[in-house]
């Protein structure tokens, strides 16, 4: 059975930075890209950032096109979010999400939260 399982979460000041890892267990046949999105409290969950698991092209939200970096390491099988100049804005639960033609797997989130 495949899961995606995220870390990195924590508790950061504002102007502060995190880095966020999906590693993905077992095999996903197909895989075609890799996404980051959150979700805050009250709000829908939104697409922070993607990345096309063969070329690496990649695609970010206007709030956060140029304080994070979307990475992934094909060998270890794992996502990444560099997320830097954090914002309380930031704060959410971030989730790792993984696609596969019709295919699509969520992470179980980690919580990201930017306080003084």
């Known amino acids: 059975q495949v899961q995606l399982v995220e870390s990195g979460g924590g508790l950061v000041q504002p102007g502060g930075s995190l880095r966020l890892s999906c590693a993905v267990s077992?095999?996903?046949?197909?895989?075609?890209?890799m996404h980051w999105f959150r979700q805050a409290p009250g709000k829908e969950r939104e697409l922070v950032a993607g990345?096309?698991?063969?070329?690496?092209?990649?695609n970010f939200a206007d709030s956060v096109k140029v304080r994070f970096t979307i990475s992934r390491d094909p060998a270890k099988n794992t996502l990444y979010l560099q997320m830097n100049s954090l914002e309380p804005e930031d704060t959410a639960v971030y989730y790792c999400?993984?696609?596969?033609?019709?295919?699509?797997?969520w992470g179980q989130g980690t919580q990201v939260t930017v306080s003084s």
């Open positions: 990345i096309s698991w063969s070329g690496g092209s990649t």
């Open positions: 077992g095999s996903i046949l197909g895989l075609d890209a």
């Open positions: 999400h993984a696609k596969a033609g019709t295919y699509s797997i």
